[in-house]
């Protein structure tokens, strides 16, 4: 497996982490035009009562970034996929990886090469890709953001979009965008722009309130699915 494609999934995905461990519906954001600020602590205040979530996405890089064009003709659908995610506990799988995360370590399939890659997840981290939700959690103090947000719509709904910039300019990306259906506050997109220019954006097609809580063990990577992989265990 690419290092570059690894990364990259691996970023995407916490992306994809970062949206459905935090938004779920609050009357507390129903103001017509509500601060930027407002819903930032929000996020932050709530994000360690949030229950277990699943979702549907579907990844497709956004080729009119950088035109001016509101077109997304020249999209180009990736992949489509599901996670499930409480607390520092994680789960996405799609065609192309498979990635578990049960707090302490992680495990990353690469399913076409039989590649896995085991590497210890370190929760104190704030970095997007190490730690999603230590990631949410610095949001008031990490990043750049407009007073207000503002309105938009995506297929068919109306959403706030905020816009965040990181103030620190060694992460990969150069902005992070999040649509968030009005009135239910479900997330609806996330919309990532690297500094190379590329774009990615991730439509929630299903978003679910789970209530159950499941045993840790579900967010480990089953030990008899190892024979026949080539491993690199990095711990």
């Known amino acids: 497996m690419k290092k570059n494609r690894f990364e990259e999934l691996n970023i995407v995905f916490a992306l994809i982490i970062s949206a459905i461990t935090i938004f779920f519906p609050c009357s507390e954001l129903s103001a017509q035009n509500p601060k930027t600020s407002d819903i930032v602590r929000f996020l932050t205040e709530t994000i360690k009562t949030m229950p277990a979530v699943e979702m549907d996405f579907e990844l497709i890089q956004d080729k009119s970034a950088g035109k001016n064009t509101a077109s997304s003709r020249g999209d180009i659908p990736i ?9 520092n506990s994680y789960k996405l799988t799609n065609p192309e990886l498979e990635l ?19 590497v210890p997840n ?15 959690t610095s949001l008031n103090k990490g990043y750049e953001y407009p007073f207000r947000v ?20 060694r992460l ?3 902005s992070i965008s999040v649509g968030i259906e009005k009135n239910t506050y479900i997330p609806r997109m996330i919309k990532y722009l690297a500094k190379d220019g590329t774009s990615y954006i991730i439509n929630i ?3 679910e309130k789970q209530n159950s809580v499941r045993p840790k063990e579900y967010f480990q990577f089953p030990a008899y699915r190892l024979k026949g992989l080539e491993v690199n265990d990095m711990r």
């Open 79 to 87: 992949y489509k996929g599901v996670v499930q995610a409480q607390g």
């Open 100 to 118: 578990y995360c049960d707090g302490y370590t992680k495990w990353i399939l690469n399913i076409s090469s039989k590649e896995m890659v085991i």
């Open 122 to 136: 370190d929760p104190t981290a704030t970095d997007i890709v190490e730690n999603p939700l230590g990631f949410l």
């Open 150 to 169: 503002f309105s938009g719509s995506r297929s068919g709904k109306q959403i706030w979009v905020v816009d965040l910039t990181p103030l620190n300019k």
């Open 172 to 174: 990969a990306y150069k």
């Open 205 to 207: 097609t299903r978003f």
